[in-house]
């Protein structure tokens, strides 16, 4: 039996910290102690952050988006395009959207894939949700920026079958070629979107 180098509340801590996305068990530690030796004050303020964030952080009532409020930011901006809503699968995902600063409408937010794997159907995301705003409101676009995998693909496929009755533009992200890469590196589901996908030059 392995000897217990650290207290039973310190491996909990690690245990915690390893739970999170992409953190390994190195990196948990790390992490662990470097609450362990902030100033008392900042790791009391680390901890009720997170409890705060939890008792206060709800969606959007609109677009399902993480907010405090009734309404998302984005969603109560005046200056955003309501005719068009861009399909994202997580809230982290409007973020990268909104780093790009070309998009000026607004975005609905699945929080989820269609994943039979996973246990995932339509009915575990904001499906319905999505389909009574573009019945309600005057929606002419609805973009699909699900991500280029099996399970993003299928999922913008599904809800593209459910809103072509609503009589919407349906669009697609389009994927290409990486800059900075090389042609021969290329996977061929890259290549293939990339023809598809191009633009006019003069």
Not at 22 to 45: I, T, W
């Given at each position: 039996?392995?000897?217990?180098?650290?207290?039973?509340?310190?491996?909990?801590?690690?245990?915690?910290?390893?739970?999170?996305?992409?953190?390994?068990?190195?990196?948990?530690?790390r992490m662990a102690?470097?609450?362990?030796?902030?100033?008392?004050?900042?790791?009391?303020?680390?901890?009720?952050?997170?409890?705060?964030?939890?008792?206060?952080?709800?969606?959007?009532?609109?677009?399902?988006?993480?907010?405090?409020?009734?309404l998302c930011p984005?969603?109560?901006?005046?200056?955003?395009?309501?005719?068009?809503?861009?399909?994202?699968?997580?809230?982290?995902?409007?973020?990268?959207?909104?780093?790009?600063?070309?998009?000026?409408?607004?975005?609905?937010?699945?929080?989820?894939v269609i994943s039979?794997?996973?246990?995932?159907?339509?009915?575990?995301?904001?499906?319905?949700?999505?389909?009574?705003?573009?019945?309600?409101?005057?929606?002419?676009?609805?973009?699909?920026?699900?991500?280029?995998?099996?399970?993003?693909?299928?999922?913008?496929?599904?809800?593209?079958?459910?809103?072509?009755?609503?009589?919407?533009?349906?669009?697609?992200?389009?994927?290409?070629?990486?800059?900075?890469?090389?042609?021969?590196?290329?996977?061929?589901?890259?290549?293939?979107?990339?023809?598809?996908?191009?633009?006019?030059?003069?």
């Amino acid at each position: 039996m392995r000897e217990q180098i650290f207290p039973t509340v310190i491996q909990q801590l690690c245990e915690q910290f390893a739970k999170l996305p992409g953190v390994g068990r190195k990196s948990a530690q790390r992490m662990a102690f470097a609450v362990l030796n902030s100033p008392e004050g900042d790791a009391e303020e680390f901890a009720q952050t997170i409890l705060e964030a939890r008792s206060t952080v709800k969606c959007c009532a609109l677009c399902q988006n993480m907010t405090d409020d009734e309404l998302c930011p984005l969603c109560k901006d005046t200056r955003r395009d309501t005719a068009i809503i861009c399909v994202v699968a997580e809230a982290r995902d409007v973020a990268a959207i909104e780093r790009t600063r070309e998009y000026q409408g607004l975005y609905h937010v699945l929080h989820g894939v269609i994943s039979p794997l996973n246990h995932v159907g339509p009915d575990d995301l904001t499906v319905k949700q999505l389909l009574q705003r573009v019945n309600e409101h005057n929606v002419s676009e609805v973009i699909m920026a699900t991500n280029p995998d099996t399970e993003g693909e299928a999922t913008a496929l599904y809800l593209a079958k459910l809103l072509l009755p609503f009589g919407v533009k349906l669009t697609r992200l389009a994927y290409g070629i990486p800059m900075g890469s090389h042609l021969e590196f290329t996977d061929e589901i890259t290549l293939s979107r990339a023809l598809h996908g191009r633009t006019n030059m003069g």
